[in-house]
């Protein structure tokens, strides 16, 4: 099952994604959550708190900044730079955030 | 999304113009593309006033009423989820509920 | 005045940007308003009608320079000429000058939006006042698109989200030739909510909005704050931010 959550900024997406990831992972699913938004919370409404979030978004980031190798594949993609959420579900950032790029137009 | 198999799609809103609008037209694009099934969840809903806004944006489309919760606004405002702090808070029971129906073998 | 509102979707730019733009109408100033999100929501808050038309076909061509953006405002159409020609009306004279809305696939909106982007880049809004609103997020802010902006406000409530949000977008800050970038906390409770913004962001927080059941009414009903309750707590202390905005730019 793939279950994609839309909506405008603020409306709730990220809570509802949270809770229906979480409830599916208690029923013995297995779970991956992955924050496609251009604003990366989900790990926040996960229960992973602040740091660890940012801590994700800013290893998605380095990827691109050719420190890290880029994983071949989803199931790569969530084993190495995926982190274990509360029930069970595996999370990651999938949209990268840019810097503020100077002189950009 | 368009090539990621993707065969759930849930629009969230509130029961408000801004976001019944764009909830309408983020829909008509997943129509378009996605074969599966779709679900609106209107969320923050405080009474009929509400569902009725949502209800007539989407008609005869499938809706679930998330309440306007307290406990949920408690959650956001301390960082923490809301299903932990708060398990047996309307809202989150309501959204178990829609995890558990998304879950359910199709009857 | 030139400013543009950033922040996390749903912390409430557009309800504090919109009523901004009233404010200063009211008063009697010129000025434009800027919507650079593809998805409506600024004309609710101001109270324009809504349309989906951004910068016309007819205005844009292919840019035969080979370096530059692909599509670019037919010779002859400036800048200023363009908002003059296209920018709808609003209460008190506002001009507001929206992206073309997103209804069907994005591709038929690529040429429009290209067009307001130039239109932002070569702005020269000689005795306007400039407010711009822009989607939720970081793409928009990181890429330049508030660049006609002197100061640019991050909107953030107290919450985790909001502020880690908010968080990200003061590294606007270290853009080249970066605006002044500052706080306005909103759905503010308690004093502790607004140092809550300025710790999490290291921002000045030059405006503190209290959480207001009539802001939540205006949206639902998706009309603008300031004719539905103009005597809110809300709207006055939109008003003192006015003030310290009229200050800051010498007005």
Redesign the interface.
Known sequence: ????????????????S???A???AR?G?SVVALDC???P?LG????L??DE??RLVAMREALDEGEQEHAPSWDDLIDRFGSDA?DGVRFAVVTR????????? | MEDKGVDTVLVVVEPTMKSVEVGARAAALVREKMLGRMLIVANRVRGEDDLATVRAKFPGEDIVAIPDDAAIVEAERRGVAPLDSAPNAPAVQALVALAERLVAPAT | MRVAFVGKGGSGKSAISGTLVRILAAEGKKVLAIDSDPMPGLAFSIGVDLTDVGIPDDAVEENPDEGGPRYRLKPGITSAEAIEKYAAYGPDGIRFLQFGKLRGPSSELFRSQMAFHQILRELKPNGWSVVGDLPGGTRQPFFGWGRYARMLIVVAEPTAKSLLSARRLARLELMKEAPRVVAVANKVREPADIELVAAHTDLEVIGAVPEDQAVVDADRRGRPLIDEAPDCPAVAAVRSLARTLQQEAGQ
């Open positions: 099952m793939r279950v994609a959550v839309v909506g405008k900024g603020g409306s709730g997406k990220t809570t509802t949270a809770i229906i979480r409830t599916m029923h699913l938004d251009t604003n919370n926040i409404s996960l229960g708190g602040d979030t940012e509360p955030i840019q810097n503020p790029e100077p002189g950009c137009p």
